[in-house]
Protein backbone atom coordinates (compact mmCIF):
# COMPACT_ATOMS: atom_id res chain seq x y z
CA UNK A 1 0.00 0.00 0.00
CA UNK A 2 2.68 2.44 0.80
CA UNK A 3 4.43 2.16 -2.80
CA UNK A 4 0.99 2.44 -4.48
CA UNK A 5 0.53 5.63 -2.39
CA UNK A 6 4.22 7.12 -2.89
CA UNK A 7 3.87 6.56 -6.27
CA UNK A 8 0.52 8.39 -6.82
CA UNK A 9 2.15 11.06 -4.86
CA UNK A 10 4.81 11.23 -6.74
CA UNK A 11 2.83 11.16 -10.11
CA UNK A 12 0.74 14.10 -8.99
CA UNK A 13 3.57 15.86 -8.36
CA UNK A 14 4.83 15.76 -11.66
CA UNK A 15 2.00 15.08 -13.27
CA UNK A 16 0.43 17.61 -15.94
CA UNK A 17 -3.01 17.75 -17.51
CA UNK A 18 -1.22 18.03 -21.35
CA UNK A 19 -2.03 15.79 -24.30
CA UNK A 20 0.92 13.30 -25.92
CA UNK A 21 2.04 14.70 -29.82
CA UNK A 22 -0.93 13.03 -31.69
CA UNK A 23 -3.64 11.43 -29.27
CA UNK A 24 -6.90 13.31 -29.23
CA UNK A 25 -9.77 12.78 -26.63
CA UNK A 26 -12.92 11.15 -27.71
CA UNK A 27 -15.65 13.62 -28.87
CA UNK A 28 -19.21 12.94 -27.67
CA UNK A 29 -18.12 11.54 -24.50
CA UNK A 30 -20.90 10.78 -21.83
CA UNK A 31 -19.56 10.33 -18.52
CA UNK A 32 -23.31 8.83 -17.16
CA UNK A 33 -22.42 6.36 -19.86
CA UNK A 34 -18.74 5.73 -18.73
CA UNK A 35 -19.04 5.58 -15.14
CA UNK A 36 -19.25 2.09 -13.44
CA UNK A 37 -16.77 -0.51 -12.83
CA UNK A 38 -13.64 -1.14 -15.59
CA UNK A 39 -10.96 -3.83 -15.18
CA UNK A 40 -7.47 -3.11 -16.32
CA UNK A 41 -6.89 -5.09 -19.44
CA UNK A 42 -3.14 -3.65 -20.53
CA UNK A 43 -1.11 -1.22 -18.57
CA UNK A 44 2.51 0.14 -19.28
CA UNK A 45 4.44 -0.19 -16.21
CA UNK A 46 4.64 2.28 -13.42
CA UNK A 47 5.33 1.57 -9.79
CA UNK A 48 2.23 2.51 -8.27
CA UNK A 49 0.61 -0.50 -10.04
CA UNK A 50 3.59 -2.83 -10.22
CA UNK A 51 2.83 -6.02 -8.17
CA UNK A 52 -1.01 -5.87 -8.35
CA UNK A 53 -3.42 -7.87 -10.44
CA UNK A 54 -7.18 -8.02 -10.80
CA UNK A 55 -7.11 -4.40 -11.36
CA UNK A 56 -10.22 -2.26 -11.69
CA UNK A 57 -11.27 1.07 -11.72
CA UNK A 58 -14.84 2.45 -10.58
CA UNK A 59 -15.94 6.00 -11.62
CA UNK A 60 -19.14 7.84 -9.94
CA UNK A 61 -20.39 10.93 -10.27
CA UNK A 62 -20.76 12.97 -7.50
CA UNK A 63 -23.16 15.58 -7.07
CA UNK A 64 -21.65 18.38 -7.86
CA UNK A 65 -20.34 17.03 -11.14
CA UNK A 66 -17.08 15.62 -10.49
CA UNK A 67 -15.89 12.12 -10.58
CA UNK A 68 -14.85 10.05 -7.73
CA UNK A 69 -12.27 7.31 -8.88
CA UNK A 70 -11.71 4.48 -7.21
CA UNK A 71 -8.56 2.20 -7.93
CA UNK A 72 -7.87 -1.03 -6.57
CA UNK A 73 -5.73 -4.06 -7.18
CA UNK A 74 -4.31 -6.82 -5.12
CA UNK A 75 -1.03 -7.20 -4.38
CA UNK A 76 0.62 -10.19 -4.90
CA UNK A 77 3.43 -9.77 -2.58
CA UNK A 78 1.30 -8.86 0.42
CA UNK A 79 -1.18 -10.93 -0.38
CA UNK A 80 -3.77 -7.75 0.42
CA UNK A 81 -5.84 -5.31 -1.18
CA UNK A 82 -4.98 -2.31 -1.90
CA UNK A 83 -7.09 0.72 -3.08
CA UNK A 84 -6.69 4.76 -3.17
CA UNK A 85 -9.47 6.99 -4.07
CA UNK A 86 -9.34 10.55 -6.28
CA UNK A 87 -11.39 12.92 -7.84
CA UNK A 88 -11.68 13.70 -11.93
CA UNK A 89 -12.83 17.13 -13.23
CA UNK A 90 -12.96 17.77 -17.01
CA UNK A 91 -10.26 20.02 -18.48
CA UNK A 92 -12.11 21.31 -21.19
CA UNK A 93 -16.02 20.37 -21.89
CA UNK A 94 -17.80 17.41 -20.35
CA UNK A 95 -18.65 16.17 -23.63
CA UNK A 96 -14.70 15.66 -23.84
CA UNK A 97 -12.99 12.44 -22.92
CA UNK A 98 -10.27 14.97 -21.22
CA UNK A 99 -10.02 14.88 -17.64
CA UNK A 100 -7.67 15.75 -14.84
CA UNK A 101 -7.36 13.10 -12.12
CA UNK A 102 -5.85 14.02 -8.89
CA UNK A 103 -5.37 11.51 -5.69
CA UNK A 104 -3.05 14.32 -4.30
CA UNK A 105 -4.98 17.67 -4.67
CA UNK A 106 -3.88 20.04 -5.68
CA UNK A 107 -1.66 18.00 -8.34
CA UNK A 108 -3.85 16.58 -11.06
CA UNK A 109 -2.38 14.61 -14.36
CA UNK A 110 -4.33 14.01 -17.68
CA UNK A 111 -6.81 11.17 -18.22
CA UNK A 112 -7.35 11.26 -21.77
CA UNK A 113 -9.76 8.45 -23.02
CA UNK A 114 -8.65 8.91 -26.69
CA UNK A 115 -10.44 5.38 -27.85
CA UNK A 116 -14.26 4.39 -26.86
CA UNK A 117 -16.74 1.99 -28.41
CA UNK A 118 -20.41 3.16 -28.74
CA UNK A 119 -21.86 1.22 -26.13
CA UNK A 120 -18.98 1.85 -23.59
CA UNK A 121 -17.48 -1.57 -23.23
CA UNK A 122 -13.54 -0.59 -23.71
CA UNK A 123 -11.33 2.40 -23.46
CA UNK A 124 -7.99 3.33 -24.32
CA UNK A 125 -6.38 5.82 -21.77
CA UNK A 126 -3.47 7.83 -21.48
CA UNK A 127 -1.99 10.37 -19.31
CA UNK A 128 0.09 13.46 -19.76
CA UNK A 129 2.78 11.69 -21.83
CA UNK A 130 2.98 7.93 -24.16
CA UNK A 131 4.78 6.23 -20.76
CA UNK A 132 1.18 6.21 -19.45
CA UNK A 133 -1.47 3.78 -21.49
CA UNK A 134 -4.25 1.59 -20.31
CA UNK A 135 -6.63 -0.64 -21.63
CA UNK A 136 -9.84 -0.52 -20.42
CA UNK A 137 -13.03 -3.04 -20.12
CA UNK A 138 -16.19 -3.61 -18.57
CA UNK A 139 -15.36 -7.54 -18.43
CA UNK A 140 -12.13 -9.25 -17.91
CA UNK A 141 -11.90 -10.84 -21.16
CA UNK A 142 -12.81 -8.19 -24.05
CA UNK A 143 -12.92 -9.68 -28.07
CA UNK A 144 -9.20 -10.39 -29.52
CA UNK A 145 -10.17 -7.80 -32.26
CA UNK A 146 -10.18 -4.75 -29.40
CA UNK A 147 -7.23 -5.80 -27.85
CA UNK A 148 -5.38 -5.75 -31.61
CA UNK A 149 -7.26 -2.45 -32.68
CA UNK A 150 -6.37 -1.25 -28.95
CA UNK A 151 -2.46 -2.41 -29.67
CA UNK A 152 -2.37 -1.20 -33.33
CA UNK A 153 -4.30 2.34 -32.36
CA UNK A 154 -1.69 2.60 -29.30
CA UNK A 155 1.75 1.64 -31.45
CA UNK A 156 0.64 4.22 -34.00
CA UNK A 157 0.55 6.56 -31.51
CA UNK A 158 3.99 6.35 -30.28
CA UNK A 159 3.27 4.25 -26.96
CA UNK A 160 5.71 1.45 -26.78
CA UNK A 161 3.13 -1.65 -27.14
CA UNK A 162 6.27 -4.05 -26.89
CA UNK A 163 6.31 -3.12 -22.79
CA UNK A 164 2.33 -4.07 -22.36
CA UNK A 165 1.84 -5.87 -19.33
CA UNK A 166 -1.50 -7.73 -18.63
CA UNK A 167 -3.01 -7.90 -14.91
CA UNK A 168 -4.15 -11.36 -14.18
CA UNK A 169 -7.63 -11.50 -13.62
CA UNK A 170 -9.38 -14.69 -11.63
CA UNK A 171 -12.82 -15.58 -13.50
CA UNK A 172 -15.48 -14.47 -13.11
CA UNK A 173 -14.10 -11.18 -11.26
CA UNK A 174 -16.61 -9.58 -13.73
CA UNK A 175 -19.43 -10.72 -11.85
CA UNK A 176 -18.69 -9.71 -8.29
Known amino acids: MKALMSLLFLVSLVG ?3 LPDGVSPVKNFN ?3 YQGKWFEIARLDHSFERGLEQITAQYTIKQNGDVEVINRGFST ?3 QWQQATGVAKFVETSDIGYLKVSFFRPFYGSYIIFGLDDDYQHAFVSGPD ?4 WFLSRT ?3 PPKVMQQFITQASALGFDVDKLIYPAHPLPLSDK
Open 16 to 18: CTG
Open 31 to 33: LEK
Open 77 to 79: ADK
Open 130 to 133: TSYL
Open 140 to 142: TTP
